[in-house]
């Protein structure tokens, strides 16, 4: 299926994700080539919420640029699979070689902006990341390395201590608490 398919196919949980899955499909019907970040204004991203093998650990990263744990994540560069982004991208970035998709569907879906900043010895302006989210699975017993150049560490975090690691106050409350939140339920509902 093709993302935008995928995108428009996702049923929003709150506000914040109708709003921004409507942005997206709006952008990207009038835009091209924002599979590329050579698009500066906005540009298709995929990120991941990645749980242990028992589903009460969240793996995060502790972010160079945000200098902050966070998700992993990172551009579409051309790749239209977006679930292959995010697991290509988790692996780059946690060193893990076995991570399988929970679901392989959309669990989340987002507009971030960005502040701008210094990637590679060159200054990237700010702009938004049109972004997906999909829930992974990985084995908290695995080997973990870090992507030096992308984040300084790599850690597991039990639900209770997943939200007060990060220090992007926005990304907490908006978005990792509703990924937290979506989680949850499905363990009470015993899908997970």
Same mark, same amino acid.
């Given at each position: 299926?093709?993302?935008?398919?995928?995108?428009?196919?996702?049923?929003?949980?709150?506000?914040?994700?109708?709003?921004?899955?409507?942005?997206?499909?709006?952008?990207?019907?009038?835009?091209?080539?924002?599979?590329?970040?050579?698009? !500066?204004?906005? +540009?298709?991203?995929?990120?991941?919420?990645? #749980?242990?093998?028992?589903? @009460?650990?969240? /793996? &995060?990263?502790?972010?160079?640029?945000?200098?902050?744990?966070?998700?992993?994540?990172?551009?579409?560069?051309?790749?239209?699979?977006?679930?292959?982004?995010?697991?290509?991208?988790?692996?780059?970035?946690?060193?893990?070689?076995?991570?399988?998709?929970?679901?392989?569907?959309?669990?989340?879906?987002?507009?971030?902006?960005?502040?701008?900043?210094?990637?590679?010895?060159?200054? !990237?302006?700010? +702009?938004?990341?049109?972004?997906?989210?999909? #829930?992974?699975?990985?084995? @908290?017993?695995? /080997? &973990?390395?870090?992507?030096?150049?992308?984040?300084?560490?790599?850690?597991?975090?039990?639900?209770?201590?997943?939200?007060?690691?990060?220090?992007?106050?926005?990304?907490?409350?908006?978005?990792?608490?509703?990924?937290?939140?979506?989680?949850?339920?499905?363990?009470?509902?015993?899908?997970?």
């Amino acid at each position: 299926m093709h993302y935008i398919e995928e995108i428009k196919q996702y049923q929003p949980i709150n506000e914040q994700e109708v709003m921004d899955k409507q942005l997206i499909i709006d952008y990207v019907e009038c835009h091209d080539q924002v599979l590329t970040r050579e698009h !500066v204004v906005a +540009h298709v991203t995929a990120s991941s919420w990645i #749980l242990n093998q028992t589903h @009460d650990r969240v /793996l &995060l990263v502790f972010h160079n640029i945000y200098n902050s744990w966070s998700w992993t994540g990172g551009h579409a560069d051309k790749e239209a699979d977006l679930l292959q982004v995010a697991l290509k991208e988790a692996k780059e970035e946690t060193g893990l070689k076995r991570i399988f998709p929970i679901d392989p569907h959309i669990f989340s879906i987002e507009s971030l902006c960005v502040n701008g900043h210094v990637k590679r010895g060159k200054y !990237v302006s700010s +702009h938004l990341h049109l972004n997906v989210t999909y #829930l992974l699975e990985a084995n @908290d017993q695995d /080997l &973990l390395f870090e992507k030096v150049d992308e984040n300084k560490a790599v850690r597991w975090f039990t639900f209770e201590e997943v939200l007060g690691a990060p220090n992007e106050e926005w990304m907490v409350k908006v978005i990792y608490q509703k990924l937290y939140g979506k989680v949850q339920r499905l363990i009470t509902q015993g899908i997970l």
